[in-house]
Structures are given as structure tokens and as C-alpha cells.
């Protein structure tokens, strides 16, 4: 309950901004993982994100996550934030289990990975800057 709690609070500031500088007043916009998991769901890919919520240049990906590979990026931030499940994510040279409530910060070049741990779906929220599109900005070093 409070994981869900908080992710509405993060929704709600993010999306609440939208409109703000024009004339019409901002709309808050609200939605949930769920609802933006069950619209695409994972399937048998790896890993899959979906736009949660984007203003302008800033915005939150939906991740539902098994494994995605080794990789860093040039010129992107992470902030990620555990929804539901396990995993281990790796960071530079430390590797560690994460899970819900966690927050992760990934600083660009840094090489990170996560793999799932047990049958529960990893999901995450991952915030990055500059850009919107991490997946443009990836070096994968392993094969």
C-alpha cells in the first residue's frame, strides 16, 4: 500500500506540471503501472519499457525487466525506482539484490545491468536526464 502511495504521489508531481507556462491551467493527469504494463505486456522479451509519464524533456519509463545486458550511457542519468519483484542489478563493480522501495542512481558511464530473481515480474520507474529516450543513448559491453 505505501509503495503504491508513493508511486501516485511521483505520478501526480510529474503529470500535475503538464501545462504549467500556457494559457490553458494544468490538468492533473493520473495513471498507474498496472495500467500501463497491461497495455503492452512483457511477453517473451527480455525487457520492455513504456512511457509512464513525460513533460517536455523529463519523464518517467515503465520497466517491466528479466534481464537487460551490461551497458552504460554517454550521456543519461538514472534514477530508478523498485515497483515490485527482485533482482540483482549491477553497478560499476558492485552487484547486489534490490527490490520494492529501492532507489537506484546511476550516474552516466557508470556499466549496470539487472537480472530477475524469482517468478515475481521486476517492474521499475526509471527517471533520465538529459533526454527521454535512454535506449538511443546505450552501449552494451557484453555479448
Same mark, same amino acid.
Given at each position: 500500500? /505505501?509503495?503504491?502511495?508513493? %508511486? $501516485?504521489? $511521483? =505520478?501526480?508531481? *510529474?503529470?500535475?506540471?503538464?501545462?504549467?507556462?500556457?494559457?490553458?491551467?494544468?490538468?492533473?493527469? =493520473?495513471? @498507474?503501472?498496472?495500467?500501463?504494463?497491461?497495455?503492452?505486456? %512483457?511477453?517473451?522479451?527480455? =525487457?520492455?519499457?513504456?512511457?509512464?509519464?513525460?513533460?517536455?524533456?523529463?519523464?518517467? %519509463?515503465?520497466?517491466?525487466?528479466?534481464?537487460? !545486458? %551490461? #551497458?552504460?550511457?554517454?550521456?543519461?542519468? #538514472? *534514477? +530508478?525506482?523498485?515497483? !515490485?519483484? /527482485?533482482?540483482?542489478?549491477?553497478?560499476?563493480?558492485?552487484? !547486489?539484490?534490490?527490490?520494492?522501495?529501492?532507489?537506484?542512481?546511476?550516474?552516466?558511464?557508470?556499466? #549496470? @545491468?539487472?537480472?530477475? /530473481?524469482? @517468478?515475481?515480474?521486476? +517492474?521499475?520507474? *526509471?527517471? @533520465?536526464?538529459?533526454?527521454?529516450?535512454?535506449?538511443?543513448?546505450?552501449?552494451?559491453?557484453?555479448?
Amino acid at each position: 500500500m /505505501k509503495t503504491r502511495w508513493m %508511486l $501516485a504521489v $511521483a =505520478v501526480l508531481a *510529474v503529470t500535475g506540471l503538464v501545462g504549467v507556462g500556457t494559457a490553458e491551467a494544468p490538468k492533473i493527469t =493520473v495513471t @498507474s503501472v498496472d495500467k500501463v504494463l497491461a497495455s503492452d505486456p %512483457l511477453g517473451d522479451k527480455p =525487457v520492455k519499457f513504456t512511457p509512464g509519464a513525460k513533460i517536455a524533456n523529463v519523464g518517467i %519509463l515503465v520497466g517491466q525487466v528479466k534481464k537487460i !545486458r %551490461l #551497458h552504460s550511457h554517454n550521456l543519461e542519468d #538514472h *534514477v +530508478v525506482y523498485v515497483v !515490485r519483484g /527482485k533482482a540483482m542489478a549491477k553497478l560499476g563493480d558492485e552487484t !547486489r539484490e534490490v527490490g520494492p522501495g529501492d532507489l537506484i542512481s546511476i550516474p552516466k558511464l557508470a556499466p #549496470h @545491468s539487472f537480472e530477475q /530473481k524469482g @517468478s515475481e515480474p521486476f +517492474v521499475i520507474l *526509471v527517471n @533520465s536526464t538529459p533526454g527521454w529516450d535512454p535506449l538511443k543513448d546505450t552501449t552494451f559491453h557484453d555479448k
